[in-house]
């Protein structure tokens, strides 16, 4: 994985939690967790896990005997998930590449993976991983956010930060919104393997108490601050007051609401013929 693209450390899991948790990601989160089914005692795997946004409703959703193992790539993100659960909660944290996934040939009746496929360098390896560990006739569920068009926060807040730094723009945010072409992402399914894909359109409405928390989340709670400290670290604030003012004034500052729009796709992995 880029390195620029997984750097999700120090304050920004903390920001990405507080900030973007509620005002992009638990709708969706919980509309994944719904879509799991597993057998009573079966297993469930979350790849790219980050700080448990959907991890936590997965937990909510399924019977307390269907174990799940969370995983990560990156500690500091893995370490926020822990945080939302108790001992006895029948989950287990392990950090792990999701191109190399530690685990044998169909341990899992399900896998899910919340908005993180855009980030993987190798998604056909990626996919073909999910469904070595799947069970036959298990599962695959995963989202992703379609493009600029249709994600306005996100959007406004990119434009204005490249123009506050015109000369060494940051390109995070064209990792997660620039993946969303359905035929491509199709096709990469068939060849890991997977087959009767279901795929849902899920325009929704992302509402903020103010504009400020849309700065801070996208500003200080992605790697994008990374980007700006290391070019202008004393822009840092500036560009939060300046989105603000930015996101503000097209979509309202108390309250702040504009449209989102992600992709679920479910996957299934085919039975062998002989079972």
């Known amino acids: 994985m880029n390195e620029s693209h997984s750097a999700f450390v120090g304050e920004i899991p903390g920001n990405y ?5 509620p005002l992009i990601f638990r709708e969706y989160a919980e509309d994944l967790a719904n879509r799991i089914i597993a057998p009573s005692g079966g297993l469930v795997l979350e790849t790219a896990a980050g700080t448990g946004m959907a991890t936590r409703p997965i937990r909510d959703s399924i019977p307390d005997d269907v ?11 893995l370490n926020v998930a822990k945080s939302k659960f108790r001992n006895d909660e029948n989950i287990e ?3 792990a590449n999701a191109l190399e996934l530690p685990f044998e040939e169909s341990s ?6 919340q908005f993180s496929i855009m980030f993987f360098p190798d998604k056909l390896v990626a996919l073909q991983e999910c469904a070595r560990v799947l069970k036959p006739g298990g599962r695959f569920h995963f989202n992703i956010w379609d493009s600029f068009e249709h994600n306005h926060f996100i959007r406004t807040v990119n434009r204005e930060i490249t123009a ?3 000369e060494n723009p940051p390109d995070f945010f064209n990792t997660p919104y620039g993946y969303f072409d359905i035929d491509i992402i199709k096709n990469l399914l068939f060849e890991a393997g997977f087959a009767d ?3 849902s359109v ?7 108490d103010e504009a400020r928390q849309v700065a801070l989340g996208y500003v200080l709670g992605s790697p994008v601050r990374l980007h700006i400290e290391k070019c202008d670290p004393e822009s840092l604030h500036g560009i939060v007051d300046h989105v603000e003012q930015a996101v503000g004034e097209e979509f309202g500052f108390k309250p702040s609401s504009a449209k989102m729009q992600a992709i679920v796709f479910t996957a299934h992995l085919p039975v062998e013929e002989n079972q």
């Open 17 to 21: 939690e507080k900030y973007l948790g």
């Open 197 to 199: 894909i279901e795929i």
């Open 108 to 113: 899992f009746d399900a896998v899910a993976c």
């Open 164 to 166: 506050c730094l015109p």
């Open 93 to 95: 944290f392990q950090t």
């Open 67 to 77: 174990r799940i193992v969370a995983t990560d790539l990156n500690a500091d993100m």
């Open 202 to 208: 899920m325009p929704r409405t992302s509402t903020a």
